[in-house]
């Protein structure tokens, strides 16, 4: 993700830094939490009885279709928020541009 500092904004570009800092904290912590339960469940399943296999991938089945399936679902939706935080940026940019321009 990228930073864009905003010069009509209140915050200080060090205060608009440590929140971009956070937001990609925040993006990347959701990224770990995935992989670790996807770990975990897959874990879970090898040292599972037989039945209590079936009733987890069944569970899951239900929820999402399978595991790979909803894990990536889950990656896209957060590759596309970002995507339109991205564009919102810009957008913003565009507009402090021009404004900022049509005050000379």
């Not at 790979?68 to 957060?78: F, K, N, W, Y």
Request: contains cysteine; proline residues 2%.
């Amino acid at each position: 993700m990228n930073f864009y500092y905003q010069p009509s904004s209140k915050r200080s570009y060090t205060e608009q830094w440590q929140q971009h800092l956070d937001q990609a904290n925040v993006i990347a912590n959701v990224g770990d939490i995935i992989r670790v339960q996807t770990n975990d469940f897959n874990n879970a399943l090898k040292y599972a009885s037989e039945q209590h296999a079936a009733v987890i991938e069944a569970s899951t089945e239900a929820v999402c279709g399978t595991l790979s399936p909803g894990i990536e679902r889950v990656a896209e939706q957060i590759s596309g928020i970002e995507d339109a935080l991205n564009i919102l940026r810009c957008h913003r940019i565009m507009l402090t541009t021009s404004m900022f321009m049509q005050l000379r």
